[in-house]
C-alpha cells in the first residue's frame, strides 16, 4: 500500500474510534513509524510503504483506536524543545506546563542554585530547567519509584550527568532535604478532583496513573501537604513555581503569601485564557 492509501484507512478508524483530529493523528503516527517527519508523509503521498513498516502502523493505529494516548503507542513527548521518553507509570507533559518553565527562566536565580522538582513524573520540569540553566543542578523528587526510573532514563538522553539526580519521596510523610544555597522548587502535583477527572478524556481518565492527577476533594491535598513541608524549611525558596486548576489560585495565593510574604507573586494565564501557573519569587533587594 502507499502512504497515501495508510493514512487515509488510519484516519477512518481513527474518525470511527471518535478519536479527535483523526488524520492529523494517523499522519504523525505513520510518520513515527516511517522514521521521517510530517512534511515527508505530505510530499510521499504515493510512495510504497514495505509490508513490515505497514504491519508496525497498524498495530499503532489499533493501539490509538483504544483511546491509548498518542504519547504512549510512540513512547515519547516533545517538550520545551527537547525529546522525553514516557510511559503509563508517568504523566505525559502538557503544552500548558511549559507556561511553567518559561515563569521560572524569568525569574531563576542568575547564579549557582538547586532546582527541586517535586512530583517529577518523566521529569519534564526539572530536568528541562537544569538544561536551560546550566549552573544549576537538579533534584527530582517522586513517589513511584517507576516514574523515577523514567527520570533516570530521561536525564541520561539529555546528558545532565552529575547535574540531575532523583529520589524517592512521599510529600505526605517526609519533608524534601532543604539544599545549600538558592532553591528553585518546581511542582506540577496532582490537581484534580474527582468531579474534574471523571470528566477527563478517555486518554486521561483510562490511560494516565490517576495518582498523578487527583487530590483529594478540591483537587488541593497535595499542595497543602507541599507548603506544610516547605514551611519546615531554615530558608524559603528563592523561587516557587506551581500548576493548578483555574479556581484554585485564590487560596493557592494565599498559602503562598504565608510561605513566602516577601515574594512577589504572580499568577499566569495559558493560551486558553485560564490561570495555569503561580510563581513566586524573592524581590531584588536594592543595592546599598
Not at 505525559?92 to 511553567?100: A, C, K, S, V
Amino acid at each position: 500500500m502507499t502512504v497515501r492509501e495508510l493514512a487515509s484507512s488510519a484516519t477512518d478508524r481513527l474518525k470511527r474510534a471518535r478519536v479527535p483530529d483523526p488524520r492529523r493523528e494517523a499522519e504523525s503516527l505513520l510518520a513515527h513509524a516511517l522514521g521521517k517527519d510530517a512534511a515527508w508523509i505530505v510530499g510521499h503521498a504515493d510512495d510504497a510503504v514495505r509490508p513490515p513498516a505497514a504491519k508496525a502502523y497498524a498495530a499503532m493505529v489499533a493501539r490509538r483506536a483504544r483511546h491509548e494516548p498518542f504519547a504512549h503507542v510512540v513512547g515519547e513527548r516533545w517538550f520545551y524543545g527537547r525529546k522525553f521518553r514516557v510511559t503509563k507509570d508517568v504523566l505525559i507533559p502538557r503544552p500548558e506546563t511549559e507556561l511553567l518553565i518559561e515563569a521560572v527562566l524569568a525569574v531563576a536565580p542568575k547564579g549557582a542554585a538547586t532546582i527541586v522538582d517535586i512530583g517529577a513524573g518523566s521529569g519534564a520540569i526539572g530536568l528541562t530547567l537544569a538544561a536551560e540553566l546550566p549552573r544549576t543542578k537538579a533534584v527530582l523528587y517522586d513517589v513511584s519509584k517507576r516514574a523515577l526510573d523514567v527520570v533516570a532514563r530521561n536525564a541520561r538522553a539529555l546528558k545532565l550527568g552529575r547535574r540531575a539526580r532523583g529520589g524517592r519521596l512521599d510529600i505526605f510523610r517526609r519533608n524534601p532535604p532543604e539544599p545549600e544555597g538558592d532553591a528553585v522548587v518546581a511542582a506540577n502535583l496532582p490537581y484534580l478532583p474527582p468531579a474534574a477527572w471523571k470528566k477527563a478524556a478517555p486518554e486521561v481518565r483510562l490511560r494516565e496513573p490517576k495518582l498523578a492527577l487527583v487530590s483529594g476533594s478540591d483537587g488541593l491535598r497535595h499542595y497543602r501537604a507541599l507548603f506544610k513541608r516547605l514551611a519546615r524549611w531554615r530558608r524559603r525558596p528563592a523561587v516557587l513555581a506551581i500548576e493548578a486548576e483555574p479556581g484554585q489560585f485564590p487560596e493557592l495565593r494565599r498559602m503562598a503569601s504565608a510561605l513566602m510574604p516577601d515574594a512577589d507573586i504572580a499568577v499566569l494565564k495559558d493560551l486558553h485564557g485560564d490561570d495555569r501557573v503561580l510563581v513566586a519569587s524573592e524581590r531584588k533587594r536594592p543595592v546599598a
